[in-house]
């Protein structure tokens, strides 16, 4: 089965750190663009980061830039991200998805999403 498994989450405190990684099972990720989405309670899905599939494009969400660091490790099959100086407002299940289209910050062409995992600031 082809699916995306997400892990890192947890509960931080504003200003601190978590290392979000996305491992692929069931195929490898060289081939794909990977996204990052975040969905908060009661809100849409939206966009936060998403690397090409050899590494040289890559974009973020205006709320993140500076604060997020998306990379990729074909040889692991992993794709990681980077979030510093975290926000209460980062709070949400963070997915992330493949696509054999270019990056594009809304979830439509996106597939093989993962459970997701939490991610909670709070103080």
């Known amino acids: 089965q082809l699916q995306l498994v997400e892990s890192g989450g947890g509960l931080v405190q504003p200003g601190g750190s978590l290392r979000l990684s996305c491992a692929a099972s069931g195929f490898t990720l060289e081939a794909y663009a990977i996204g990052w989405f975040r969905q908060a309670p009661g809100k849409e899905r939206e966009g936060v980061s998403c690397?090409?599939?050899?590494?040289?494009?890559?974009n973020y969400a205006d709320s993140v830039k500076g604060r997020f660091t998306i990379s990729r490790d074909n040889a692991k099959n992993t794709v990681y991200l980077q979030m510093n100086s975290l926000k209460p407002e980062d709070t949400g299940v963070y997915y992330c998805?493949?696509?054999?289209?270019?990056?594009?910050?809304?979830?439509?062409?996106?597939?093989?999403w993962g459970q997701g995992t939490q991610v909670t600031v709070s103080s």
């Open positions: 998805a493949r696509t054999f289209l270019r990056c594009r910050s809304i979830p439509t062409g996106f597939g093989s």
């Open positions: 690397i090409s599939s050899t590494g040289g494009s890559i």
